[in-house]
């Protein structure tokens, strides 16, 4: 069996286009995006510092180039973020803002209310106390009656409570015993005995006074005058005398002072100013209802020296007990 030889064409292929070689994908550039805020209801109270929190938009992939979370203080770009004012979670945290203030308010209302109390304490503490009237008898002041023989009212010799009076001096004292009255009457008044100093020409002080009416006729005056004649044989060696009169109380069983006239012998008074002062400061008794005193500390006392050479604190609460002055 004879083969015949086979002819091969050779075969012409047309060039095929090759690929250039692989290139690396490009590399992933997100988009910028801008923080996002997160927000939720307004804060009980004052915002805060913001807490750790993620800054990356929902969804976003950390594993990608440039795309790792933004915790703690870093945005998704690897930047340190500006620390901000972040409104609390919604959930716990406002809870504990309305559980602190709530706590907070309560303590400060107790804070406030103890506060207010102990205030109130100290102020009652410090408030001074009118003094309690005083047993004038026991504690050696002597008063006086009127012409019927029935005594003054404790509290309303000249009718009223606590009456305004005025000490006045004739035009025959000099200025030294006008110096003497001023400074006892000062002295009284300041320790709220409702009297006034009155000048030779009968001017006062009106302020002085407690519920003195602007025309004067509820103003009771006491005149003092000095007298350079020989004292009278009752009172030789006596620094004063005074005569007054008086008109039957409501009650019937108390008179009231209507007038008051006291004279000083300026022969036994003789140029001391510690008796002038004693003198005065009879006068003013006798003008609030008291004639004197019989101990010895007073300075109301019958035989002057020169201590005290003032109203004693006693003294002046017999003053205001007599008067009414005591509240």
């Given at each position: 069996m004879t083969y015949a030889p086979q002819t091969y064409a050779p075969q012409t292929h047309a060039p095929q286009p090759v690929a250039p070689p692989a290139?690396?994908?490009?590399?992933?550039?997100?988009?910028?995006?801008?923080?996002?805020?997160?927000?939720?209801?307004?804060?009980?109270?004052?915002?805060?510092?913001?807490q750790p929190t993620d800054?990356?938009?929902?969804?976003?992939?950390?594993?990608?180039?440039?795309?790792?979370?933004?915790?703690?203080?870093?945005?998704?770009w690897g930047n340190l973020a500006t620390p901000r004012l972040v409104s609390p979670p919604p959930t716990s945290h406002r809870s504990t803002f309305v559980v602190v203030g709530v706590a907070v308010a309560v303590v400060v209302v107790l804070a406030g209310f103890l506060t207010v109390r102990a205030h109130s304490s100290e102020t009652a503490a410090a408030a001074p106390q009118p003094p309690a009237p005083m047993n004038l008898?026991?504690?050696?002041?002597?008063?006086?009656?009127?012409?019927?023989?029935?005594?003054?009212?404790?509290?309303?010799?000249?009718?009223?409570?606590?009456?305004?009076?005025v000490l006045s001096l004739d035009v025959n004292a000099s200025?030294?015993?006008?110096?003497?009255?001023?400074?006892?009457?000062?002295?009284?008044?300041?320790?709220?005995?409702?009297?006034?100093?009155?000048?030779?020409?009968?001017?006062?002080?009106?302020?002085?006074?407690?519920?003195?009416?602007?025309?004067?006729?509820?103003?009771?005056h006491a005149v003092v005058r000095i007298s350079t004649a020989a004292p009278p044989q009752d009172a030789a060696r006596a620094l004063k005398s005074f005569a007054w009169n008086a008109s039957l109380a409501a009650d019937g069983q108390h008179e009231y002072l209507t007038k008051v006239v006291v004279t000083i012998y300026d022969r036994n008074a003789g140029d001391s100013d510690?008796?002038?002062?004693?003198?005065?400061?009879?006068?003013?008794?006798?003008?609030?209802?008291?004639?004197?005193?019989?101990k010895p500390g007073s300075g109301l006392y019958s035989r002057v020296s020169k201590e005290p050479d003032i109203f004693t604190d006693n003294d002046l609460l017999a003053l205001r007990t007599m008067s009414g002055c005591t509240s």
């Open positions: 290139q690396a994908a490009p590399e992933y550039v997100p988009e910028p995006i801008a923080p996002t805020v997160i927000t939720g209801p307004e804060p009980a109270g004052p915002a805060v510092m913001g800054l990356a938009p929902s969804g976003y992939d950390p594993s990608r180039p440039g795309g790792g979370g933004g915790r703690h203080g870093v945005d998704q008898a026991a504690a050696g002041y002597s008063t006086f009656g009127g012409p019927r023989g029935l005594p003054l009212a404790v509290g309303t010799p000249w009718g009223v409570r606590c009456a305004p009076v200025a030294d015993y006008i110096a003497a009255a001023s400074e006892v009457v000062d002295q009284a008044n300041g320790a709220g005995v409702n009297v006034a100093f009155g000048d030779t020409g009968g001017s006062y002080d009106a302020s002085k006074l407690v519920g003195a009416k602007d025309d004067g006729s509820n103003v009771n510690v008796h002038r002062r004693a003198a005065m400061r009879g006068a003013l008794a006798v003008a609030q209802g008291i004639s004197g005193s019989s």
